[in-house]
């Protein structure tokens, strides 16, 4: 069971990128509310919009998921 949940993960990431919510938004192309609502646990995301999220971040899906404590992409 992971520890974090998948918007708690999005935060950490974001921050440590130093972007906000509205800059993660414009580079993945949905509103920031989309941002919002997931990093507080409101909102799903869908399979497409997680692996755009994913790869904006630098990170891999199982990562933010959860499924692996890597936060490399594999290539």
């Known amino acids: 069971m992971p520890t974090q949940t998948l918007g ?6 974001r921050r440590t990128l130093g972007w906000s919510q509205k800059k993660l938004a414009e ?3 949905f509103p920031y509310q989309v941002i919002s609502g997931l990093e507080r646990g ?3 995301i869908y399979a ?4 755009l ?6 990170v891999s899906t ?3 998921l959860g499924l692996s404590e890597e ?5």
Request: with cysteine.
């Open 42 to 44: 409101h909102h799903d």
């Open 53 to 58: 999220l994913a790869q904006r971040l630098g």
């Open 62 to 64: 199982d990562y933010l």
């Open 8 to 13: 708690q993960r999005v935060l950490l990431r």
């Open 27 to 29: 580079l993945c192309g």
């Open 71 to 75: 936060e490399q992409r594999y290539a």
């Open 48 to 51: 497409q919009r997680l692996a």
